[in-house]
């Protein structure tokens, strides 16, 4: 199959997008957070074509993004006991970078995208491409980052392109993402508190004001876990290692072509001795360092490196949410993982 790249903002592309989507066809669209494989929710065989082009495993869900605040009742039950807080946090935070675990309604997605789970996974894009396919088409959209199974996310149409050439029919081009990691999923616990499954863009200091927060990442056997949250994702083909910059500074002489992820330009003598160097940030701004986190760790990655050696980020904030997926991106990289 020949994967079509249109610039999001040419005659005809929005267009052209709805009618493959509404032909049951899959079609790669930048959200706000990455760019995402969307087929139509509602349709088992787009469903299937999802898993099939990313290679992704039955057990893993997609998330649903929904056209309208409307259509959230439409593939929701709100769940019983926990007040307004599935309500309030839409109110606060959609259209935007939040996904939320909901009692799924029967019959309106098929198992498939929730991989048999009572809960459905759901969100609302702010991306104005996104909005304008999705409301076009009047339906939702199971939309999972689209990178094959296990890789890193995507950031721009060209890493898509990297990823899925020749597997899609059509890519939407509308540049670098605006958050640069994918949304934050939050499950509602009957209690009315809120459990992080990933991190992400809206942190858990955001949340924190709509009741006790707690982090579910990663936790076997957690009430509600994403099944896509194991070790190895994120990961790249070049071992990755995460080592503080002291350390670094002991075996300098050690690094033979070696390639840094910095967290600030200010690398000083430890970034000369390695090449090459990606910074994530001018001076620690950790907005800065989300949106360019997956495009640095891609280029690095492709640069032909035999190591790479990631600096660690303060944990607070996005900083959680970004030291998430690199620990996942270590555990997996490496030519034979993931499996
Ligand atoms: O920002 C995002 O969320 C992007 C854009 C494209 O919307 N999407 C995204 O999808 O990151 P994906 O499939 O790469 O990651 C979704 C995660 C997976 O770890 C999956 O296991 C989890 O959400 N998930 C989806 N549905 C679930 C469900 N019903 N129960 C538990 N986990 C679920
Ligand atoms: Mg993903």
Do not use: C
Not at 1 to 13: K, S
Request: glycine share 10%.
């Amino acid at each position: 199959m020949e994967t079509l790249v249109l610039n999001a903002a040419d005659d005809g592309a929005i267009s052209r997008a709805v009618a493959l989507l509404e032909a049951g066809d899959l079609v790669a669209l930048p959200t706000e957070t990455v760019y995402g494989l969307a087929g139509d929710a509602g349709r088992q065989e787009a469903a299937a074509a999802i898993f099939h082009a990313k290679e992704r495993p039955f057990f893993d869900p997609l998330i649903v993004h929904l056209p309208t605040l409307a259509s959230l009742e439409r593939v929701t039950i709100p769940p019983p006991g926990t007040g307004r807080i599935a309500e309030r946090l839409v109110e606060r935070f959609w259209p935007g970078p939040l996904t939320i675990l909901l009692p799924r309604r029967a019959g309106v997605v098929p198992d498939l995208i929730t991989a048999g789970s009572e809960l459905v996974a759901v969100r609302m894009s702010a991306h104005p491409v996104f909005r304008a396919v999705i409301e076009a088409l009047g339906r939702p959209l199971a939309a999972p980052s689209a990178n094959r199974f296990g890789r890193i996310s995507p950031t721009s149409g060209a890493h898509v392109f990297a990823e899925l050439a020749g597997r899609i029919p059509l890519v939407l081009e509308a540049g670098p993402t605006t958050h640069g990691l994918e949304s934050t999923i939050v499950a509602i616990a009957p209690d009315g508190s809120l459990g992080i499954l990933r991190h992400g863009p809206i942190t858990e200091e955001m949340l924190a004001e709509f009741g006790p927060v707690r982090t579910l990442v990663g936790l076997a056997g957690a009430a509600a876990s994403a099944p896509g949250q194991g070790p190895g994702h994120y990961a790249p083909r070049t071992p990755l290692e995460i080592r503080a910059r002291a350390e670094m500074v002991s075996d300098l002489g050690a690094l033979p072509k070696t390639g840094l992820l910095a967290f600030r330009r200010d690398h000083g003598a430890v970034g000369g001795a390695f090449a090459p160097v990606e910074y994530l940030t001018e001076a620690g701004d950790l907005r800065e360092a989300a949106v360019r986190f997956f495009a640095a760790l891609r280029r690095l990655d492709d640069a032909g490196v035999e190591k790479i050696v990631a600096e660690p980020l303060p944990e607070i904030g996005l900083g959680r949410a970004i030291m998430e997926r690199l620990r996942r991106a270590a555990a997996g990289s490496g030519p034979l993982k993931p499996s």
